[in-house]
């Protein structure tokens, strides 16, 4: 049965061009903007963190919280645009400079659990189960810094007690090696699953997959995806791209390497990914060097890629390549990928 993919964004891969090195290039937007944009582009859902939900979330009560948030969701309801997940956004406060769930501060790491069950609260307003736990801060620059032992114990303990407020809600871990830390805790899809089992309810802890930080780990994605797959476990994924081990990219899908990304879309189309309502995000950002007019080329690019290759997976000749894996043939196999490809 030919499958239809549902696709999302998030707010901020709409970025304004900052980068280390120099300030924004486009004029900051509103969020009523890009939701209009996310709209006309087609796309199904957004992604949101916890404060692109309610701004400011940290100088803000329960109540007022609850308040936006709920304007949020009619807002969504009025353009039928859903929300696919909510993310604590455990590394802007000071709150989180020594990593959130594992730092050193017990004030801090009660900072973040406390942020994070309010992250649960707003997904189940806005209507979704999922809750994505991107580590951004937990791992260390002195790798003596922190015990890396109690470090897991540390996410474990943060982890149950988000299971434990809310029953329904799920637990997806983006794993990334690096960036912001030299080294994270949890850097591949491997760690994410494992830990998952130290959970009081490891079913509802599963994983979201990054093209990019697969390549940071010197991994490939589609095999990446396989792998959760393989555990079921696969509950979103942020497709991009990513040249070589430098800093985090986020390149629109397919930008660099054409064939991987064919491989990550064969591999879904194979495993039947988003038939338990997963969507496809881009995790994409624009070139610093992106003029506002060209401003969502990144993610219409992406999703047209996407789509192509899609078409590219339907119609490859799989009878054709048994043939070739048969005879052990992998070099013709390898020429009539790269055939197909390319196209006639
Ligand atoms: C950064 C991550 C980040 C997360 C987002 C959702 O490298 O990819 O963009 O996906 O914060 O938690
Ligand atoms: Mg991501």
Same mark, same amino acid.
């Given at each position: ?8 964004? =998030?707010?901020?891969? !709409?970025?304004? =061009? ?26 199904? $859902?957004?992604?949101? /963190? ?29 353009? =039928? @645009? ?12 000071? *709150? ?8 050193? *501060? ?13 992250? @649960? ?17 937990? #791992? ?39 960036? +912001?830390?030299? /080294? ?5 899809? =491997?760690?994410?699953? %494992? !830990? %998952? ?11 979201? !997959?990054?093209?990019?930080?697969? @390549? ?21 994924? /942020? ?17 660099? *390497? ?18 338990? #309502? ?6 994409? /950002? ?5 003029? +506002? ?23 490859? *000749? ?13 070099? $013709? ?12």
């Amino acid at each position: 049965m030919p499958q239809n993919y549902k696709f999302c964004f =998030g707010p901020w891969n !709409i970025s304004e =061009g900052w980068d280390p090195y120099g300030p924004t290039t486009r004029p900051p937007q509103t969020f009523d903007w890009k939701l209009g944009e996310l709209k006309k582009l087609g796309f199904d $859902a957004m992604m949101f /963190h916890d404060d692109d939900a309610v701004p400011d979330i940290d100088s803000k009560s329960e109540s007022q919280i609850r308040k936006e948030t709920r304007e949020l969701k009619k807002k969504l309801d009025g353009e =039928g @645009i859903a929300a696919e997940m909510v993310a604590p956004r455990l590394w802007f406060s000071p *709150n989180t400079i020594d990593g959130a769930y594992t730092s050193n *501060n017990p004030k801090h790491r009660q900072y973040a659990i406390d942020r994070s069950l309010r992250t @649960i609260d707003i997904a189940k307003i806005l209507g979704t189960d999922l809750i994505v736990l991107w580590l951004a801060r937990e #791992g260390t620059y002195v790798r003596e810094s922190k015990n890396p032992r109690r470090s897991v114990d540390l996410l474990v303990e943060a982890m149950d007690k988000m299971l434990a407020h809310d029953k329904r809600i799920r637990l997806a871990i983006e794993p990334k090696p690096n960036e +912001p830390m030299d /080294h994270a805790y949890v850097p591949t899809i =491997g760690h994410a699953l %494992a !830990i %998952a089992q130290l959970t009081q309810d490891s079913k509802r802890v599963g994983a979201l !997959i990054e093209s990019a930080h697969c @390549i940071l780990a010197g991994l490939d994605p589609s095999d990446e995806i396989a792998f959760a797959m393989s555990f079921d476990k696969l509950w979103s994924l /942020h497709l991009n791209d990513q040249n070589g081990l430098k800093y985090d990219q986020d390149k629109p899908f397919g930008s660099t *390497n054409l064939r991987s990304a064919f491989d990550q879309v064969r591999v879904m189309e194979q495993n039947k990914y988003g038939r338990n #309502g997963e969507y496809v995000c881009f995790d994409v /950002h624009p070139f610093r060097t992106t003029k +506002p007019e060209h401003w969502l080329a990144h993610l219409d690019n992406s999703r047209r890629t996407f789509l192509k290759l899609v078409q590219k997976a339907r119609t490859y *000749n799989e009878s054709k390549a048994k043939q070739m894996i048969a005879e052990r043939n992998y070099q $013709a196999l390898d020429q009539y990928v790269i055939e197909h490809l390319l196209g006639k």
